[in-house]
């Protein structure tokens, strides 16, 4: 993950935000907040306890009127002089000793080879990249393992490495304590489970999978052309309601994953999961509504969902993309990143959504050789990859005119 990441809050609501992570154990209370420029405040929170923030329920416990959202900040949080009794310190201690019943010292070195990032999933806990590299810990073995658990309070450990690049958005995961691989990870009361080793639960697009959750999607068919491992999928049909989604996924882990999820959310009965690639896609005419999850473009998916809207009432697109603006100057000063987007940042989105919106109109036409309408209904910023990146959902309304 790159960057902290914050929930943003306005200044007003700041303190009550504040306690209320803090009453969670969700603050990162080795990091300051931070004020930005736009009257917003930036809580740090635990990576850990991101994925059960439960950002509607914060916000009812706060203030009816009150707004949060997650957003990463690439700028260097300051560190707190005192650090609290955080679970790294717990760790510290555990291995202090364990090396110590070695005959061995604990030194800096040592210290900095720790793990500095850390994914709980349930009992397993996911270490980060570039730790335990030194040799000393070889000879400890699982006596290792199981300190490195007791003082995480896991169960279960697995390691990450770095992300494979076959095509598929499988990280190279291995397990180092437990049983078996699979993991159940809750995340706005929804059960995710896959393979640890072969499927990763990505945090990032949290906001996204939120603003999904919060649609009205009752009587609709919803397709979803890139579903992983069901990211927006169980959303659409946990909270969303949807009627019917078609769950297409071409990598047979994430649909091994999926069938397991839909099972243990108790909706498997209104999802069809479409194994391979979309664009060999059987149907057409059947969707009130298309979801093309894909960065940095799903344009390859375009002329599909323009196949699968219903020819009569047609519907909406969620068009995911990454929107690269033209570089400007930053000042040195300017501490948090602007996650909310410059002026010159949203006119770059706005152009490119209205590209975009010409070229499904042409691609209608063209496919169902009648005219059709297409109106922007909404521009989501979802994530900054740098300050001239952006993770952006256009809300296409598509009708036959
Ligand atoms: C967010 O969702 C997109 C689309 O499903 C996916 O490609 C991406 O890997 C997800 N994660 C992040 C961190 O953006
Ligand atoms: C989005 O674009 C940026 C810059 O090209 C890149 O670093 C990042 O990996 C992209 N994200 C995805 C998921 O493609
Ligand atoms: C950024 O600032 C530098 C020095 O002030 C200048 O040379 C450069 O052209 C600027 N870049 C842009 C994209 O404005
Ligand atoms: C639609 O068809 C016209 C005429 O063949 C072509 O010029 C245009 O590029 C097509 N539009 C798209 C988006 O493919």
């Not at 969700?26 to 950002?55: F, H, N, Q, R, Y």
Request: charged share 25%; proline share 3%; glycine share 6%.
């Amino acid at each position: 993950m790159d960057g902290v990441p914050c929930l943003r809050v306005s200044r007003c609501h700041a303190q009550q935000f504040r306690r209320c992570l803090q009453s969670k154990g969700a603050l990162d209370l080795s990091l300051c907040l931070v004020k930005d420029s736009e009257g917003t405040v930036l809580l740090p929170i635990l990576p850990s306890c991101l994925s059960e923030l439960d950002l509607q329920s914060l916000r009812t416990t706060v203030a009816s009127d009150s707004a949060c959202d997650i957003v990463w900040s690439q700028s260097p949080l300051q560190a707190k002089k005192e650090k609290g009794k955080t679970r790294g310190n717990k760790l510290e201690k555990i291995l202090q000793e364990l090396l110590e019943s070695y005959g061995e010292r604990w030194t800096e070195e040592l210290k900095g080879d720790l793990p500095h990032s850390f994914q709980w999933h349930g009992d397993l806990v996911l270490l980060g990249d570039n730790c335990f590299a030194l040799p000393v810990w070889k000879k400890m073995d699982n006596r290792l393992w199981t300190a490195v658990a007791r003082g995480l309070e896991a169960k279960r450990l697995a390691k990450m490495s770095r992300i494979s690049r076959d095509g598929f958005r499988s990280p190279e995961v291995t397990m180092l304590l437990g049983e078996h691989n699979w993991v159940k990870h809750v995340d706005n009361g929804i059960s995710y489970e896959f393979d640890v080793t072969k499927c990763m639960f990505s945090a990032g697009n949290i906001t996204e999978k939120l603003r999904v959750a919060a649609f009205d999607c009752s009587g609709e068919t919803v397709v979803d052309l890139y579903a992983g491992i069901g990211y927006f999928t169980l959303p659409y049909l946990v909270h969303a309601k949807a009627s019917h989604v078609h769950a297409c996924e071409w990598n047979p882990d994430a649909v091994e994953a999926l069938q397991k999820s839909l099972e243990a959310n108790g909706v498997s009965d209104r999802c069809t999961i479409h194994q391979g690639d979309n664009r060999q896609l059987q149907l057409c005419d059947v969707a009130d509504r298309v979801n093309l999850g894909l960065i940095p473009s799903s344009e390859d998916g375009w002329p599909v969902a323009c196949r699968l809207l219903k020819r009569t009432t047609g519907g909406i697109l969620h068009i995911h993309q990454n929107v690269t603006s033209p570089l400007h100057n930053a000042t040195a000063d300017d501490a948090t990143h602007r996650v909310s987007g410059k002026k010159a940042d949203r006119e770059v989105w706005q152009a490119w959504a209205d590209d975009t919106s010409n070229h499904i109109a042409s691609l209608l036409r063209n496919i169902t050789g009648a005219l059709w309408t297409t109106n922007i209904l909404h521009i989501e910023h979802v994530k900054s990859y740098a300050p001239h990146v952006h993770h952006v959902v256009l809300d296409l309304e598509c009708r036959p005119s």
